[in-house]
Nanobody, 115 residues
Framework: QVQLVESGGGLVQAGGSLRLSCAAS????????MGWYRQALGKKRELVAT???????NYADSVKGRFTISRDNAKNTMYLQMNSLKPEDTAVYYC?????????WGQGTQVTVSS
């Protein structure tokens, strides 16, 4: 089993920054993919960014150039640095880990961007 715990969400003004963290624990394999997803009120959950255990990254077009995903494999922790935040970035942000075709999810952390 794998447990994921997000932290770092909060309320920020438009143009501001936040840094999310996701701490993973449990039976974590060397090869995996971690990612951030978000779900705004009344909308479907969507991909924000992913990062492999080797460091390859992928971003949604809506966050390219503003968000940076990273990870510390030694600490089993993933980060999302969010800059130039916009009101449309308001959502619950979820951490995900995929290994051996199994998906694990965190509980989510709320990010609210005021205009």
């Amino acid at each position: 089993q794998v447990q994921l715990v997000e932290s770092g969400g909060g309320l920020v003004q438009a143009g501001g920054s936040l840094r999310l963290s996701c701490a993973a624990s449990g039976s974590i394999l060397r090869l995996n993919v971690m990612g951030w997803y978000r779900q705004a009120l009344g909308k479907k959950r969507e991909l924000v960014a992913t990062i492999t255990s080797g460091g390859s990254t992928n971003y949604a077009d809506s966050v390219k150039g503003r968000f940076t995903i990273s990870r510390d494999n030694a600490k089993n922790t993933m980060y999302l640095q969010m800059n130039s935040l916009k009101p449309e970035d308001t959502a619950v942000y979820y951490c995900q880990l995929t290994q051996v075709r199994l998906d694990y999810w965190g509980q989510g952390t709320q990010v609210t961007v005021s205009s």
